[in-house]
C-alpha cells in the first residue's frame, strides 16, 4: 500500500474543528494522508496512539486521519465533510491517543449523529 501526504484533507480538517468549537483537538497534532490500493471498503479511517508512547517515551498524542483514494475522492463534497467529522468524532475529549468506539455509553457515531451536526453548521 502506498500513502501520500495529503495537505487539503488538512486543510479541511482545521476549517471544520474552527467550525465545529472542538477546542479539545490540537489540529497541529493531527496528520492526514490518503491511500493507495488499501484493502479495506472504509472512506476514511483514524489512527491513534497508544498512552504507552507518552508515558513512556514522552511523545505527545498525534491522531492520522487516512483517506482511501479510490472511495473517499468519488464522494461529493458533503459526503467528504461528513466522513471528515465522523473521523473527528473518534477522538476523545482528553485528546489522549486513544478513540472512541462508534457505541458508548455517552456518544454514539454513526450517520445520524453526522448528520445532527452537519446541520448544525449551516
Given at each position: 500500500m502506498k500513502y501520500q501526504k495529503a495537505p487539503e484533507?488538512?486543510?479541511?480538517?482545521?476549517?471544520?474543528?474552527?467550525?465545529?468549537?472542538?477546542?479539545?483537538?490540537?489540529?497541529?497534532?493531527?496528520?492526514?494522508?490518503?491511500?493507495?490500493?488499501?484493502?479495506?471498503?472504509?472512506?476514511?479511517?483514524?489512527?491513534?496512539?497508544?498512552?504507552?508512547?507518552?508515558?513512556?517515551?514522552?511523545?505527545?498524542?498525534?491522531?492520522?486521519?487516512?483517506?482511501?483514494?479510490?472511495?473517499?475522492?468519488?464522494?461529493?463534497?458533503?459526503e467528504q465533510i461528513k466522513t471528515l467529522i465522523h473521523e473527528l468524532m473518534h477522538i476523545p475529549k482528553t485528546f489522549s491517543g486513544a478513540l472512541l468506539s462508534h457505541r458508548g455509553p455517552h456518544h454514539r457515531i454513526n450517520d445520524r449523529e453526522v448528520e445532527k451536526i452537519l446541520q448544525s453548521l449551516k
Open positions: 484533507i488538512k486543510k479541511q480538517i482545521r476549517v471544520l474543528v474552527k467550525e465545529l468549537n472542538y477546542t479539545h483537538i490540537k489540529v497541529n497534532n493531527i496528520h492526514c494522508i490518503r491511500s493507495f490500493d488499501a484493502k479495506t471498503r472504509a472512506y476514511a479511517r483514524i489512527w491513534g496512539m497508544a498512552k504507552l508512547f507518552k508515558e513512556v517515551v514522552g511523545i505527545e498524542p498525534h491522531y492520522i486521519i487516512e483517506v482511501i483514494s479510490k472511495r473517499f475522492d468519488k464522494l461529493d463534497r458533503r
